[in-house]
């Protein structure tokens, strides 16, 4: 009986002195990193857009052409009918979505090349700043 005496437990100030330290650390450091995700998932659709770049790139070289806008980047997994050129897949995996979970949106013939790339950003329109900003195939070059 005498060890239980000598025990001591914590006190609820104490626990909730520690809870709201703890509350203070979460509310300084969380948006620091979740403005980091932000950027990170930018920096994967750029390197996923270059990854296509190049897949479309061999594609022309064995097929003569870029992929249209209609076979669009599909045409790197699955041969397009009528093309017999088609040495693929160009792409070890699916076709991923962007990082926001929207498709990307591919054109050939296109604006700014042979073929235009894009990933709308977290909202999945066209424009934006921040994480709405646009990634595009041009500005990666």
């Known amino acids: 009986m005498n060890?239980?005496?000598n025990e001591r437990g914590f006190t609820l100030i104490e626990i909730l002195v520690v809870v709201v330290?703890?509350?203070?650390?979460?509310?300084?450091?969380?948006?620091?990193?979740?403005?980091?995700?932000?950027?990170?998932?930018?920096?994967?659709a750029a390197a996923q857009i270059e990854l296509f770049?190049?897949?479309?790139?061999?594609f022309r070289l064995d097929?003569?052409?870029?992929?249209?806008t209609t076979e669009g980047l599909k045409a790197l997994r699955t041969q397009p009918s009528g093309l017999d050129a088609w040495v693929g897949p160009y792409l070890t995996k699916a076709?991923?979505?962007d990082p926001w979970g929207h498709p990307y949106v591919y054109r050939s013939p296109a604006e700014h090349g042979d073929?235009?790339?894009i990933s709308y950003?977290?909202?999945?329109?066209?424009?934006?700043?921040?994480e709405?900003?646009?990634?595009?195939?041009?500005e990666n070059r």
């Open 3 to 5: 060890r239980l005496a």
């Open 95 to 97: 076709v991923p979505k």
């Open 121 to 130: 950003g977290a909202d999945g329109d066209p424009g934006g700043e921040g």
């Open 115 to 117: 073929f235009d790339i």
């Open 21 to 44: 330290i703890l509350a203070i650390l979460a509310a300084l450091v969380g948006p620091r990193l979740f403005g980091k995700i932000a950027g990170a998932k930018q920096k994967v």
């Open 132 to 138: 709405n900003k646009d990634i595009v195939s041009w």
């Open 53 to 58: 770049r190049t897949a479309l790139d061999t």
């Open 63 to 68: 097929a003569g052409r870029y992929p249209t």
